[in-house]
């Protein structure tokens, strides 16, 4: 089993920056796959950023392509969001996500962090 906590949301206006943390439990975290997804308001849940279990292969949303950047550290069980060039569209509960099946389903979810970016 693996427990996620996420961190790090607030407001920011536009154009700001922020850095999401995902402080994971368990010994066997540093073997998954890891994601960011986010849900906006009345819209449904998007995927943001994958990272591969190594740190090797990251994968991005089209729309913060150049903005935002996944990253790892094993060592500390943690996975991070560093979000610049802010949006108000960014404005969402982001999630962190863990484990995938054979389906590429994650299996383990956060609570999920408040973002909220002002014009």
């Known amino acids: 089993q693996v427990q996620l906590v996420e961190s790090g949301g607030g407001l920011v206006q536009a154009g700001g920056s922020l850095r999401l943390s995902c402080a994971a439990s368990g010994r066997t975290f540093s073997r998954y796959d890891a994601g960011w997804f986010r849900q906006a308001p009345g819209k449904e849940r998007e995927f943001v950023a994958f990272?591969?279990?190594?740190?090797?292969?990251?994968d991005y949303l089209d729309s913060v392509k150049g903005r935002f950047t996944i990253s790892r550290d094993n060592a500390k069980n943690r996975v991070y969001l560093q979000m610049n060039s802010l949006k108000p569209e960014d404005t969402a509960v982001y999630y962190c996500?863990?484990?995938?099946?054979?389906?590429?389903?994650?299996?383990?979810w956060g609570q999920g962090t408040q973002v909220t970016v002002s014009s």
């Open positions: 996500a863990a484990g995938r099946n054979a389906y590429g389903e994650y299996l383990y």
């Open positions: 990272i591969s279990w190594s740190g090797g292969s990251t």
